[in-house]
Nanobody
Framework: QVQLVESGGGLVQAGGSLRLSCAASGRTSSRYDMGWFRQAPGKEREFVAAIRWSGVSTAYADSVKGRFTISKDNAKNTVYLQMNSLEPEDTAVYYC?????????????????WGQGTQVTVSS
């Protein structure tokens, strides 16, 4: 089992920045691919970004490309999501997730472990 705990959410004005963190514990291994997903009220959970366990490969949703950056620190078992130029449409609960996989995954169904989420609210 892997436990994931997100932090760093909050209220920010449009155009501002936030950095989310996701700390992994338990049966941890640096060889887990990590992803960020988000769910806005009344909407399905959607993919935001993912990073290969090695950190070499990343993937982003079109809606966040150029604004969000995913990174990970294997020594700290932590993955980050730097969010810049935030827009009200980015308001959602953000979840991190982990999967042991042979290739980078962006489909929510592939992910095995999930955190409880952290709220991000962007005011206009």
């Amino acid at each position: 089992q892997v436990q994931l705990v997100e932090s760093g959410g909050g209220l920010v004005q449009a155009g501002g920045s936030l950095r989310l963190s996701c700390a992994a514990s338990g049966r941890t291994s640096s060889r887990y691919d990590m992803g960020w997903f988000r769910q806005a009220p009344g909407k399905e959970r959607e993919f935001v970004a993912a990073i290969r366990w090695s950190g070499v490969s990343t993937a982003y949703a079109d809606s966040v490309k150029g604004r969000f950056t995913i990174s990970k620190d294997n020594a700290k078992n932590t993955v980050y999501l730097q969010m810049n130029s935030l827009e009200p449409e980015d308001t959602a609960v953000y979840y991190c997730a982990a999967v042991s996989s042979v290739s980078l995954r962006i489909n929510i169904r592939n992910y095995e472990y999930w955190g409880q989420g952290t709220q991000v609210t962007v005011s206009s």
